[in-house]
């Protein structure tokens, strides 16, 4: 059985642009990573309606690069609650630029806090 990614729009979605890149024409892992954050923090800011900046991350993998010109997809999901705290997991794919292939190229979870504006 092939992997697919989640059957839902994604959470985040976005072209990989040269100046997201390195010298070798792959996406910055630090890019990547900051995608994956926005779109934990955008349900994580949704679900408590406050500001949720990212006090912790864990268990972060990237699979595979990323190319210029591929579109990257962003998908967020609660995977724990504390009282002031949410738990969101993340996994980001790409969909090749020349076709319909896709793949999982990282995931990860991040711990956001709801605070008072």
Same mark, same amino acid.
């Given at each position: 059985? #092939?992997?697919?990614?989640? !059957?839902? +729009?994604? %959470?985040?979605?976005? #072209?990989?642009?040269?100046? %997201?890149?390195?010298?070798?024409? #792959?996406?910055?892992?630090? /890019?990547l990573?900051?995608?994956?954050? @926005?779109?934990?923090? *955008?349900?994580?800011?949704?679900?408590?309606?406050?500001?949720?900046?990212?006090? +912790?991350? %864990?268990?972060?993998?990237?699979?595979?690069?990323? !190319?210029?010109? !591929?579109? @990257?997809?962003?998908?967020?999901?609660?995977?724990?609650e504390?009282?002031?705290? @949410?738990?969101?997991? #993340?996994?980001? /794919?790409?969909? !090749?630029?020349?076709?319909? *292939?896709v +793949?999982?190229?990282?995931?990860?979870?991040?711990?956001?806090?709801?605070? %008072?504006?």
């Amino acid at each position: 059985m #092939t992997e697919a990614p989640p !059957d839902r +729009a994604p %959470d985040i979605r976005v #072209t990989v642009m040269a100046a %997201d890149a390195n010298p070798y024409g #792959t996406a910055f892992v630090g /890019w990547l990573f900051g995608q994956m954050a @926005l779109a934990g923090g *955008s349900l994580a800011s949704r679900l408590t309606g406050k500001r949720a900046p990212v006090v +912790a991350a %864990d268990g972060f993998k990237f699979l595979a690069p990323v !190319d210029v010109g !591929d579109e @990257l997809s962003v998908w967020a999901e609660v995977a724990g609650e504390g009282k002031t705290s @949410l738990t969101i997991a #993340t996994q980001a /794919w790409k969909r !090749d630029r020349h076709g319909e *292939s896709v +793949a999982r190229v990282a995931e990860g979870q991040f711990v956001f806090v709801g605070v %008072d504006q």
